[in-house]
């Protein structure tokens, strides 16, 4: 979903690996064409060689995040920046002293050995004890206090927050909370499979975009919590500057305060399983005014939708709702053909469960019936329990669906008000 | 090898396959328990086999050692060596443990209370009151076990199981046979009474409703006493392996068995007992 | 020091596979060992070989995304426990008993126990990963080489069950291993060799010991608890059960961090050595290093946190591990310090050995100050599971432990064979896998500051140029590999003699013997004075 108004220009994602020389303009690089990389090899490589082993005027621009667009990405940039000067000016200053020994000092230009084995007279001592003088100076105080007070800001979730964010992850995508406004909903990747298996062209964001983005106001303090309902994730956009664990069962808290509108993207950074390559994060910051209408819209959408969910709902509404919440929620482990993968991700197509009945004789949910294991999940495994992310409809339209794809013939349906009153 | 008395020279064992076969045991030995947890295919073969290639091993290579000692192959050289070796690997068993201790100190210090302490908007348990002992939010319910019964009974055997150690190691320096058994039984006694004790002691929890299902709670529970009893039952079978040796032939030149046992008993077996008393049940 | 006695060899070993089954040999298990660990170095790096060709072009065209965390899993786990560690192993085997004048490893039969339990770790490991192609299970673990996410790790197949026996057993490996150097290096130097003469390799090696003695049973320990949480019904990892999936980080993590200097210690041992040797000066800074080791062995369990800075620790938590962290850096840069005291004013030459020592210091230098970067908590929520982590530890475990055990390998290699290897070859080697280390991992610090994060099996086009050079850098570095192969085969083989004496500023008691030394050394001890 792209705002009006926000053009491509102003994406930082667009800025492919610019370097500071420009022999390869912004818009070429965007759609990279291995055949380019090919022929830059070696310009490529000995630029960024000599990059790294000097230090010329450009070299920040190497060290370089994405664009931080948060005061707490900008300070860490700083901080990195000037830590890695550091580390190359120790780097150099020390390695200056090996190489002036190791041209000197050689056997074929009849040096002759010391015996020395350790510091020796008062002048040696004092040049033995500076670098570590230094070095704990630099650790501890050049670097050391404003780490300090870096992290002291960053941590600081709560003092002046302006609103406040959910975000819940699960394997492989995240749902976004707005407390306030009651808004939920699911975000998760939208590039398709032909992409990634080479079957289309990549698209500029191949990996980084999702169906429905972040959408966040800017200039203001929002305090973003995090929990997961499986495994470990961790919730990073480079240019806000912030990387947080989502841990199931525990809630965890950052801040962003994005200064500039625009579309930021970042990816999930903790290995979480097959699709962990696949979960990224999309984040539209957009000015006040836009926000709060973004929010009106999205609240009249969905008390629509619960006055829909009430309605008796036609066996093809239900197919083709649960045919897009498939593909989008359940495709990611069961496959888009329902095959599953073997060891894994067990097959819808076939399974005794989804064949199997979805209510006892009372009209319960049971241990294992199909619609107890959407709702309920399996505890200890992937399959999540989707009463928490998903509504009625997209859980009555999602089984019903698969009860009739794959091969499965049940020919039943079930409505979304059974759906509400099961829960 | 040669035979040869001088304390400069040290007793190179010559090439013994019970090493690699002890190996080969527990290989088997992992390979079944991981089939068999996982219904893969039935494990029981393989860690049948694997328990009985292991204990053929270890009886071997015991064995060896015995005979070796017997032939007066050890001097106060190697005997140092050994020590060494038993004290660091007593200070492992003291990081193993330490491992399990800081577990639960972790649950208490740090889990049970953030879980209690989260923002009550968002946290999924707003009621939970993360006070010890608990099992958890969702755990279930169970009365604590109280200090009292059993936990006291067992720490004050196992306390006192390790006084007659000093009783039978001053028989074995005065070269008082029948004191140095006795001692050795003594213990004996008292170590499998804790492991009688500690298996009614799990009845009994079970029947207060504490399980694995009672959360942290019956997890540490389970698993402190469950390591510690492990280690017990080894220690047992040190004992009575001493006792073997010292019935059959006793010689009061080398008690580095018997000095295994007694640091074996008082750093892995008394202290660890002592802190589970202290810190699971009573505190 | 006195000339040694090296005493005849007067009991014959049993012929065949027996003699390497069943030996109690120092200098056979020394072999066993070093062979082990070259071998798993293939193999761990054919693993990653296949990584880097997926990781060749964005889009997934040869491995599905489990099959990748497969692979990646895989190579670091026997890199690490299968190639350094073992490697490094094999060494101390070998040359500790020489070094100090003993006739043997304190525990002979124990040392033969450490290290025939290692092919049976490698093959339960690898077991599931083999299983997958027979259609069952889901193959091996793909979780990460520490197992970092818990509640993935209780939810996944059969792959995790393995690992965890494979863990224990390793455990068993360890301990027994590092049990015997600690009772060598304590109860058997020869007379007059006081601690503080004791050669610094045996030194790294002893506080190596003393460390593997207290973190392995810790991993072990974590290890059980995975394995009752999986399967036996406990809690220890589960919130609605009062558990915290992050315990299992921080016991993972108190393990993990010794372990990368477990990793390291050896090489700083040995690389003094080499330096002294080929600038024909006594070692410098003795003391010194001595005492920098112990520092570094001290702070190193005190700060595992800086793992999981962005797992959500509280406030004072994440400042404490972050500046004990950047302690590490002042006995660290003593140990650089030396090093250049070595060379000082020397009368250096530039055999292979030293030219991968000093190869050692460089890129060592450049992992180890890039470490410096990594506790700062504000920078660390930006590098934290980037790939400027993997560049780090490729610099420190490739730059650092790699190239010192290059180093050793050359330098010990003549001793161990009795021939000189051939020395322009291993110059080229030298510098062949210089370039292609560089071009393989400097690319990857610039794709972590642009933002890709690691575990991946496929990536954004932002990261495409550097990603292709990283592969390409990898296959050169993977087929320059196979010159070492060869070298190392043709100096087995023959070559020209080497001499006792081997280099010509060699010091120490173990080039006082033959090369190769017979096979029952200092069975009276030397006398040092
Ligand atoms: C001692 C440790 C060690 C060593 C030596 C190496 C060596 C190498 N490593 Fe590895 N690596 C780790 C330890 C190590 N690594 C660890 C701990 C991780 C983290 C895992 C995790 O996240 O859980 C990791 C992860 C890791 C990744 C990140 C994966 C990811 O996060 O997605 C990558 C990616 O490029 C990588 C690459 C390499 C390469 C190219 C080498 C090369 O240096 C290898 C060179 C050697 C060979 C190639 C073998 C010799 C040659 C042949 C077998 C002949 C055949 C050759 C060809 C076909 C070309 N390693
Ligand atoms: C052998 C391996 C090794 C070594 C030696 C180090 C050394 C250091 N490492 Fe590293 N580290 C790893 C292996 C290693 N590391 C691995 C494998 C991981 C990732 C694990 C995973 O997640 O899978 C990791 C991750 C890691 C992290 C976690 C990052 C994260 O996950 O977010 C941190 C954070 O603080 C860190 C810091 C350090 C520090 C401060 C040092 C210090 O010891 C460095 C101190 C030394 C110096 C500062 C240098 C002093 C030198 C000079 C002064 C002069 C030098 C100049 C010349 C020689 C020319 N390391
Ligand atoms: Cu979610 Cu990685
Ligand atoms: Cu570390």
């Given amino acids: ?423 | 090898m040669s035979e040869t008395r001088s304390d400069s020279h040290y007793y190179v064992p010559p090439p013994s396959h019970y090493p690699v076969t002890i190996n080969l045991g527990l290989f088997l030995l992992a390979l079944g328990v991981v089939l068999r947890i996982n219904a893969l295919a039935s494990g029981v073969l393989p860690i049948l086999a694997g328990i009985a290639v292991v204990l053929y091993g270890a009886f071997g290579w015991v064995g060896k050692i015995i005979c070796e000692e017997e032939s007066g192959h050890y001097h106060p050289w190697e005997d140092r060596s050994f020590r060494i070796g038993m004290a660091y690997f007593i200070l492992s068993e003291v990081a193993f443990f330490g491992a399990f201790l800081l577990a639960l100190m972790y649950a208490r210090v740090f889990a049970l209370p953030e879980l209690a302490s989260m923002d009550p908007h968002f946290t999924l348990w707003p009621d939970f009151k993360g006070e010890w002992p608990t099992g958890g939010p969702e755990s279930q319910k169970f009365v604590p076990l109280s200090p009292w019964g059993f936990p006291a009974i067992n720490s004050i055997l196992i306390l006192l199981s390790a006084l007659p150690l000093i009783w039978a190691r001053k028989g074995f320096l005065t070269a008082n046979h029948g004191r140095a058994v006795a001692g050795l039984a003594l213990s004996l006694v008292l170590g499998v009474a804790f492991l009688l004790l500690q298996a009614l002691e799990y009845r009994h929890a079970a029947g207060l409703g504490v399980t694995l299902a009672s959360g942290v709670y019956g997890t540490n529970f389970y698993i402190l006493t469950g390591v510690h009893g492990a280690h017990l039952l080894a220690g047992n079978i040190m004992l009575f392996v001493q006792l073997r040796t010292f019935h059959g032939h006793f010689r009061a030149k080398s008690r580095v068995g018997l000095d295994f046992v007694i640091w074996y008993w008082n750093f892995v077996v008394v202290i660890p007992g002592l802190l589970i008393f202290v810190y699971f049940y009573w505190l | 020091m006195t000339e040694a006695t090296a005493a005849v060899a007067h009991d014959h070993p049993h012929a065949g596979i027996m003699r390497w089954l069943t030996t109690t040999n120092h200098k056979d298990l020394g072999i066993l060992y070093m062979s082990f660990g070259g071998i798993m170095f293939f193999v761990g790096g054919l693993f990653i070989m296949a990584v880097r060709a997926e990781l060749l072009y964005p889009g997934l065209q040869l491995l599905s995304p489990g099959m990748y965390n497969q692979l990646f899993t895989l190579h670091a786990l026997i890199m690490v426990f299968g190639a350094i560690m073992p490697f490094a192993t094999g060494l101390n085997n070998y040359l500790i008993p020489l070094m100090i004048g003993a006739p043997d490893m304190a525990l002979p039969r124990v040392n033969n126990w450490g290290f025939w339990i290692l092919p049976f770790a490698a093959v339960l490991l690898l077991i599931p990963f083999f299983l997958q192609f027979f259609g069952t299970g889901s193959g091996a673990t793909g979780l990460g080489w520490m197992m970092h996410n818990t509640t993935l790790d209780i939810q996944s197949g059969i792959g995790i069950d393995f690992a965890i026996f494979t863990i224990l057993l390793l455990g068993v490996s360890s301990l027994t291993g590092a049990i015997n150097v600690v009772v060598t290096a304590l109860n058997m130097r020869a007379p007059g060799m006081v601690l503080m003469k004791m050669p610094l390799f045996v030194w790294a090696w002893l506080i190596t010991a003393f460390m593997l003695i207290l973190a392995m049973p810790v991993f072990s320990a974590a290890a059980t608890m995975l394995l009752t949480d999986r399967h036996f019904g406990t809690h220890f990892f589960d919130a609605a059960n009062g558990g915290d999936p992050i315990l299992l980080q921080h016991l993972i993590w108190f393990f993990g961090h010794p372990e990368v200097y477990i990793v390291l210690l050896p090489a700083w041992g040995l690389i003094p050595h080499i330096l002294a040797t080929f600038s024909r000066k006594p070692v410098y800074g003795y003391r010194a290093q001595v005492y920098a080791l112990c520092a570094i062995c001290f702070l190193s369990f005190i700060v595992w946190s800086h793992h999981m800075l962005t797992s959500g620790l509280p406030l004072a938590a994440e400042v404490y591990f972050m500046y004990a962290t950047m302690a590490i850096s002042v006995p660290t840069s003593v140990l650089v310090f030396c090093w250049l005291g070595a060379i000082w004013r020397g009368a250096m030459t530039f055999e292979t050995p030293m030219l991968f020592a000093l190869g050692f210091v460089a890129h060592f230098g450049m992992g180890a100050l890039t470490g410096l970067v990594l506790p700062d908590v504000a920078v660390n929520a930006q590098h934290h599971n980037s790939y400027v982590l993997v560049a780090h530890f490729h610099y420190t475990f490739f730059g650092g432990g790699i190239f010192g055990m290059m180093a050793a390998l050359y330098y010990w290699l003549p001793k161990f064979t009795g021939h000189m290897f051939d020395e322009k070859l291993g110059r080229l080697h030298f510098w062949l896998t210089v370039i292609s280390f560089n071009i393989t991992f400097i690319p990857q610090w610039f794709a972590g500051l642009d933002g890709m994060p690691r575990h991946v099996a496929d990536y954004a086009l932002r990261f495409s140029a550097m990603n292709f050079i990283s592969s390409v850098g990898a296959f050169l570095l993977g087929l320059t590999q196979l010159l070492l192969v060869y070298i190392v085969v043709r100096c087995v083989r023959g070559g020209p003699k080497a001499t006792g004496q081997v280099w010509e500023g060699a010091q120490g008691l173990e080039f006082t013997l033959p090369s190769p030394p017979p096979y029952h050394t200092f069975e009276t001890p030397p006398e040092v004075k």
Avoid at chain 1, 174 to 199: K, L
């Fill in chain 1, 1 to 423: 979903m792209e705002l009006a108004g926000a053009s491509i220009h102003d994406d930082p994602a667009i800025r492919v690996w610019r370097l500071p020389f420009s022999f390869c303009s912004r818009h070429e690089t965007a759609n990279f064409h291995i055949r380019q990389i090919k022929k830059q090899l070696p310009l490529w490589f000995w630029i960024a060689f000599f990059l790294f082993v000097s230090e010329p005027a450009h070299a920040k621009s190497i060290w370089d995040f994405q664009e931080p667009v948060t005061p707490v990405a900008r300070t860490s940039l700083a901080a990195s920046v000037e830590f890695m000067r550091i580390i190359m000016g120790i780097y150099i200053a020390v390695f200056a002293v090996f190489a002036y020994s190791i041209f000197k000092h050689r056997k074929s230009s009849g040096a002759q050995p010391g015996t020395f084995t350790g510091p020796g007279s008062r002048r040696q001592w004092i040049l033995a004890i500076t670098p570590f003088l230094l070095l704990i100076y630099i650790d501890y105080i050049w670097m050391g206090i404003p780490a300090f007070h870096a992290i002291s800001r960053m941590e600081d979730t709560r003092t002046a927050a302006d609103m406040t964010v959910k975000v819940t992850a699960s394997q492989w995508k995240w749902q976004y909370e707005y407390p306030d406004e009651g808004i939920s909903f699911v975000s998760a990747m939208a590039t398709s499979q032909g992409q990634i298996h080479g079957r289309e062209a990549k698209g500029e964001h191949y990996l980084l975009e999702v169906d429905n983005p972040l959408i966040l106001p800017t200039n203001k303090k929002v305090r973003i919590l995090l929990i997961s309902t499986d495994v470990i994730h961790s919730w990073w956009v480079p240019s806000f500057g912030v990387k947080r664990d989502a841990v199931p069962g525990y809630l965890r808290e950052m801040w962003v305060n994005i200064e500039k509108p625009g579309i930021y993207r970042g990816q999930c950074a903790q290995l979480c399983g097959d699709g962990h390559s696949f979960m990224p994060i999309v984040v539209e910051a957009v000015a006040e005014p836009q926000f709060n209408e973004w929010v009106a819209q999205k609240k009249a959408q969905s008390s629509q939708a619960e006055a829909v969910a009430g309605k008796a709902w036609s066996r093809e509404e239900l197919m083709a709702k649960g045919d897009e919440v498939y593909k989008v929620v359940c495709s990611a482990c069961h496959q888009a053909d329902g095959k599953g993968l073997p060891g894994a991700f067990p097959a819808l197509s076939g399974s005794s469960i989804v064949n199997g009945p979805m209510l006892d004789k009372e009209g319960h949910l049971f241990k294992d019936g199909h619609l107890d294991r959407v709702m309920n999940g399996k505890p200890g495994t992937a399959m999540q329990a989707f009463k928490n992310s998903l509504s009625d409809a997209e859980i009555a339209a999602v089984v019903t669906y698969e009860r009739n794809s794959f091969g499965n013939r049940m020919g039943d349906m079930v409505q979304p008000a059974q759906v509400k009153a099961l829960r």
